[in-house]
């Protein structure tokens, strides 16, 4: 028997031991033995042993040397590791048999950098149940003019719907963290929730619409190299005020605003 891991702060490791939230997550996630699951962070295995029990192949990508070895140790004929940083590792080298349903606890650090990820690979995923840091999965269900609204309130549900699922208070973790966490699922939807042609140039124009928070969107937009006489046409035909902020705007805006700026 190995030694006890020591939790590395660096990997932001925050251990599930309240087996009632890795119920919660399972729920939510909807597993049968024709399910193939990703887990990034599988750690000591507190949802990974689970996962195994319902689901019929289960791959995780782990940072931690320490904890892949564990793992190894143990093995599993239907468990497949692969060790390495979730942010850089290929995805669609390593994940062969989509869709997965991919379920993570994630570190805090990197979860806005995952999800970004996750969209660049949406191609490969079902359903996702996450674990965020509460303020961070509030972002992504909040409605357009609040402080909370941001980029990826905007990205996440043109192509999931989006579901809270349990807010987790730190005495659920080993060592707890400083704030509450919640668990939101995520259901691809069949078509994006909206019309975009362009996915590359409606990211750049959201961007370009949150980059400057306190500028409006005339401002803003004209910061990011688009050209006024364009810009200004553009926002009128879509019945926008140019004193507006970015930070007001629906998904459905946005959509309508590329499409003119591309024009
Ligand atoms: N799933 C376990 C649980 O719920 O108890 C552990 C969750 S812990 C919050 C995050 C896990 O992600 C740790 O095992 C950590 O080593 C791993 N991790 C951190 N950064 C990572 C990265 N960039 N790529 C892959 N795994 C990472």
New binding site residues.
């Given amino acids: 028997m190995k030694d006890e891991h020591q939790p590395?702060k660096r990997?932001?490791?925050?251990?599930?031991r309240d087996l009632s939230v890795v119920e919660r997550i399972l729920e939510a996630a909807r597993l049968d033995r024709n399910s193939r699951v990703l887990?990034?962070?599988?750690?000591?295995?507190?949802?990974?042993n689970r996962l195994l029990e319902l689901a019929g192949r289960v791959e995780v990508?782990?940072?931690?040397r320490d904890?892949v070895a564990r793992l190894e140790e143990r093995g599993h004929p239907r468990l497949k590791i692969h060790q390495?940083?979730?942010?850089h590792l290929p995805w669609n080298e390593l994940l062969l048999e989509p869709p997965y349903t991919l379920v993570?606890?994630?570190?805090?650090n990197?979860s806005s950098q995952i999800l970004f990820r996750i969209l660049d690979h949406r191609h490969l995923f079902g359903r996702l149940v996450l674990?965020f840091q509460k303020e961070v999965g509030e972002r992504l269900c909040a409605a357009p003019g609040t402080g909370e609204y941001g980029i990826l309130s905007v990205l996440c549900p043109l192509w999931f719907d989006i579901r809270r699922v349990v807010l987790v208070r730190p005495g659920a973790?080993f060592p707890p963290p400083k704030v509450d966490s919640v668990v939101l699922s995520f259901e691809a939807l069949a078509a994006p929730r909206v019309a975009v042609d362009d996915e590359a140039f409606f990211r750049r124009v959201v961007k370009a619409a949150f980059a400057q928070r306190r500028k409006t969107l005339r401002n803003t937009l004209k910061s990011a190299g688009f050209a006024e006489t364009d810009l200004l046409a553009a926002l009128e035909g879509c019945g926008l005020d140019p004193q507006a902020r970015g930070e007001t705007l629906s998904l459905e805006q946005f959509a309508r605003l590329a499409a003119a700026l591309r024009r």
Avoid: H, K, S, V
């Fill in positions: 590395r990997f932001g490791q925050n251990f599930l887990e990034i962070g599988p750690g000591l295995g507190a949802l990974t990508m782990e940072i931690d904890l390495g940083d979730a942010l993570a606890n994630l570190p805090y990197i674990m973790f």
